[in-house]
């Protein structure tokens, strides 16, 4: 998982120096459809989800670019999958790096890391690139990626818990 975790920190680094946050676009999307559950799920990509059908749905947010290889596929600035490392027929990861992206208690990407931590908990662990600083619960298998400068929430990525 650590290989994931880097390459969406990588990610959100270089997202993060050009998109101050992108805004939403202007289409209206539901809140539901970006809603960001720990271990499942954001918006309409599932960890489980068959990755023919992931990409069938991105496609509808943007062109899908494969990134880092064969383990990355993203719609840029937008959302973000990976897949299973050993099954690769399946999602294993989702990321997403907009401020649709949000839990049900309204913590969202591009708002501050404490309602986050106040939901989660303290951090099972925390790795620091640069100005950015992942914050991981595997357990609950979600990570945030936080702006140093300002504690700010750039992305969010659940994956398959410990």
């Keep these: 998982m650590r290989r994931y975790l880097v390459s969406f920190l990588c990610l959100s680094l270089v997202l993060s120096?050009?998109?101050h946050?992108?805004?939403a676009s202007a289409a209206p999307v539901s809140l539901e459809r970006w809603l960001v559950v720990p271990g499942q799920k954001i918006g309409p990509i599932y960890v489980g989800m068959p990755m023919v059908t992931a990409l069938e749905t991105m496609r509808a947010f943007?062109?899908?670019d494969?990134?880092?290889g064969d383990s990355l596929w993203c719609v840029d600035k937008v959302i973000c999958v990976a897949p299973d490392p050993l099954l690769q027929t399946e999602i294993w990861m989702v990321g997403a790096f907009?401020?649709?992206a949000q839990d049900a208690q309204g913590n969202r990407v591009g708002?501050?890391?404490s309602g986050w931590i106040s939901?989660?908990?303290k951090p099972e662990s925390i790795e620091q690139?640069?100005?950015l600083v992942a914050f991981e619960w595997a357990s609950r298998g979600v990570a945030l990626f936080v702006r140093l400068l300002d504690n700010v929430v750039v992305g969010v990525v659940v994956f398959r818990p410990d």
């Design 17 to 19: 120096a050009s998109l």
């Design 21 to 23: 946050l992108a805004p």
């Design 62 to 64: 943007g062109p899908v």
């Design 66 to 68: 494969q990134k880092e």
């Design 98 to 100: 907009v401020p649709r």
């Design 111 to 113: 708002g501050p890391v």
């Design 119 to 121: 939901e989660l908990g």
């Design 129 to 131: 690139d640069g100005s």
